[in-house]
């Protein structure tokens, strides 16, 4: 199954003391890459947040996991100041106050709503019991976000698809053209071939004529290419058809069938082959646009 990197997620639960939000948002990353903003009073749940993320959400993208917690009663446990923190911030509040002449209306309310000043004192035993808590929330969030990711990861597919398609269009008809080109370069060669020996008076041995003119109509065949192409447009269904992370193996992938369709443009000398080259080279880059923001 195809899943989009970029997606986002959010869950709330309302509670009697106090309102959790988780919200998620990810884009494409080639590892997994984490970061928790969480109030100071829970950044104890900071390591489990990410393991769950990754076990739960994605194996490799760029997250942000936003946490909120607004507090309606005091059911924290015993709530402290953290002096030093509190000191440095009110420091912070006068310079600014002093050297941009702003208005000095520091006061308990105002200073009280950075929640960064409290300390909060719980029981051992309360953790286990709060990260259950967070856990419940954080799942819906994730639910959410895997939900977007599939829809998004859906459309990405869809699309793909079709260009795959187009690309195999555009090969079977350089295939088509390929078949007549050979042969017509090798009657042509022979042709010059003979003419030029005829004109010079030099006896024409046949044996080694066909085999000079089959070894250049075999430099331009690029029967072996479209072999490989067709043999990677089985893989991509495969790989598009696997329950595991795609990205990876689909970028691998488009990155083959390009080698193999610039091997096509630089040994077929005809003008057609040139110009559905140039169009299959412009699809596949698009599909590789779109495979970079695959899992």
Known sequence: M????????????????????????SVNSRFFDCNVKLPRAYIFLEERIKEHVKRTATSRAKVDVFVTVDNHTAGLGTVGLD????????AALRRLSDEYGLKDDISVMTVARNQDIFTHEREEEDLESEWEIFRAVLDKAIADYNDMREAEGSKAESDIKAKVELVRAYSDEIEKISLEDTVGYRDKLEARIRQILDSNDVAVDENRLLTECAIWADKIA??????????????????????????????????????????????????????????????????????????
């Open 2 to 25: 195809v899943k989009s990197m970029t997606a986002f997620g959010r869950a709330k639960l309302e509670g009697d003391t106090r309102d959790i939000t988780i919200e998620l948002k």
């Open 222 to 295: 690029i029967d072996e290419e479209l072999v490989r192409l067709r043999s990677h447009f089985g893989a991509f269904y495969d790989i598009i058809a696997s329950p595991e992370p795609s990205g990876r193996k689909l970028d691998f992938l488009m990155q083959e069938m390009n080698r193999e369709t610039n091997t096509i443009g630089s040994k077929a000398n005809n003008a057609r082959i040139a110009r559905l080259v140039v169009n299959m080279k412009g699809e596949l880059e698009k599909i590789r646009e779109q495979v970079q923001n695959i899992e």
């Open 83 to 90: 002096t030093a923190y509190l000191e440095g911030y009110l």
